[in-house]
């Protein structure tokens, strides 16, 4: 970058559909846009108490705060108290975030700057083939402004992952330190039988097959013990535990413990992946992130219509290097992605035996993404390229 340039800006814009990935998305791109790169970042969110669940800093009701050093600016309405702009309010690089709608005033005001920002819009995460075709596409908008597409993949012909820089480093410092691990698991009350037991951590949608998989892990022959923050898979959690699943709640039978943790923030997340021993994720940061743990993982896809997600889940596995027979089955019986009918003991004591294969696998994978670049860097690239 030219230092005698003033400090490229950039805006990006977050609607929160549902749940915590896509500000955990948009959160996580404005943290390392800002700390990696200089870059003065205003991240406009519309739904700030999803935010705070994962960043417990922000404050739920103020129109505008600084988290660290990035802007955070509630996103109230398209037209309202935010409707107001002029060219000299718009970034250098304007970002959307799942094609959701900027606001049409700031668009307004994109058009009538000179030079015109770069606007992209940031798509979803997926391992099919046409990601590569769609990536970096332009598309005219009005006003002789252009929106480009940019696709966040698994090849170099895509936007590769968020990863942040000294992360590799992060996750090796702590899984060396037996004692920092042990201090991160016992502050959420693990016990030290607990964590010499299998760990398991849970993330997953309601209508994934916990029950019948607790079911098989209670007659499992070593010791499990599974961490599910708080307010996942409730129903089969507390049929678990017979009570509610508050944090701290915790049950053991058989050869199963379940420990209901607190929803942590978003570092401490990648803490509980890199302690554990098997990670179930789901959507899409909590998949990213558990590709980058070292550990081997299962995947529970979020729903979509007519079980596209079916096609998305399956070209994964396709790519994904540490893929193994059992791990295919596990996963596609995980997202009831099969017409077979699902026996979770012998599923479960097939997928165990090949965890460690599958934990070696996956360190290739992390080389192999690594030389895909990481999604920040390769889009302030790009932006260079088409500024
Ligand atoms: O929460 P998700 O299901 O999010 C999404 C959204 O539903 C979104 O609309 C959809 O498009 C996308 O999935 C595919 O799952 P995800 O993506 O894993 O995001 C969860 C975030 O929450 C992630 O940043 C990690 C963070 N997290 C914590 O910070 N603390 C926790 O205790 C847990 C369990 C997660």
Not at 123 to 131: F, I, M, N, R, T
Not at 324 to 344: D, G, H, I, P, Y
Not at 362 to 375: A, H, I, V, Y
Request: negative net charge; proline residues 4%; glycine residues 6%.
């Amino acid at each position: 970058m030219n230092h005698h340039k003033t400090q490229t800006s950039l805006a990006l814009f977050c609607k929160v559909v549902d749940n915590f990935g896509d500000i955990g998305i948009c959160w996580r791109l404005a943290r390392q846009l800002e700390q990696e790169h200089g870059i003065a970042v205003t991240l406009w969110v519309d739904d700030l108490r999803s935010f705070h669940r994962i960043c417990p800093d922000v404050a739920v009701d103020r129109d505008v705060q600084q988290i660290g050093t990035v802007t955070v600016r509630h996103w109230r309405d398209q037209d309202g108290v935010d409707g107001v702009f002029t060219a000299a309010d718009v970034a250098d690089i304007v970002i959307e975030f799942f094609a959701c709608d900027i606001p049409p005033a700031y668009i307004a005001a994109m058009a009538e700057r000179a030079p015109h920002p770069v606007w992209l819009n940031l798509e979803g995460l997926s391992a099919e083939e046409w990601v590569e075709g769609c990536h970096a596409l332009p598309s005219p908008q009005s006003r002789s402004l252009t929106k480009y597409f940019f696709f966040p993949g698994f090849t170099g012909k895509t936007g590769g992952l968020l990863r942040e820089s000294g992360l590799e480093q992060q996750r090796q410092a702590f899984q060396q330190d037996a004692a920092a691990m042990a201090a991160f698991l016992s502050q959420f009350g693990v016990t030290p039988a607990e964590m010499a037991s299998l760990k398991v951590s849970l993330f997953c949608y309601p209508q994934a097959p916990v029950s019948a998989l607790f079911d098989a892990w209670q007659s499992n022959g070593k010791a499990i013990t599974c961490l599910v923050p708080e307010g996942v898979a409730v129903d089969a959690i507390e049929k678990f535990l017979g009570r509610t699943a508050h944090a701290g709640a915790t049950a053991s039978h058989g050869a199963l413990t379940v420990r209901v943790l607190p929803f942590v923030p978003q570092p401490d997340y990648d803490r509980l992946l890199w302690a554990c021993d098997l990670n179930f994720v789901r959507g899409e940061d909590s998949f990213v992130r558990a590709q980058w743990a070292d550990k081997p993982f299962i995947w529970h896809i979020y729903p979509q219509d007519e079980d596209l997600h079916h096609v998305k889940l399956n070209a994964f596995l396709g790519r994904y290097t540490a893929t193994t027979e059992n791990l295919r089955e596990f996963s596609l019986s995980w997202n009831e992605a099969t017409k077979k009918t699902v026996n979770w003991t012998s599923l479960w004591a097939l997928f165990e035996a090949d965890m460690q294969k599958i934990a070696i696998m996956s360190t290739d994978w992390q080389r192999q993404m690594g030389g895909n670049g990481d999604l920040t860097s390769n889009l302030l690239k790009f932006a260079e390229t088409v500024q």
